[in-house]
């Protein structure tokens, strides 16, 4: 995977932890921060299908198996 370089200012103090946890656990900052991008990105992700699954019809559970049933599936 080609890389690239995101310059950004963040709190001191923020990067003081990050530095120290990176440090103590033997992992790399860029490492850290790649994967904190990418879990964010997919909570995001995760929260629009939420949303939009909120308003989509619903049936009735005992619908849902007696299709179930009919084709064989349940």
Not at 18 to 29: K, M, P, T
């Amino acid at each position: 995977m080609a890389t690239v370089q995101l310059n950004t200012r963040i709190d001191a103090a923020v990067k003081k932890v990050v530095e120290e946890y990176c440090r103590s656990h033997g992992v790399l900052i860029g490492h850290f921060v790649q994967e904190a991008l990418i879990d964010r990105l997919e909570e995001l992700e995760d929260l629009e299908d939420i949303q939009r699954l909120r308003y989509e019809p619903t049936r009735p559970l005992a619908d849902l198996v007696r299709e179930l049933e009919r084709d064989g599936e349940l």
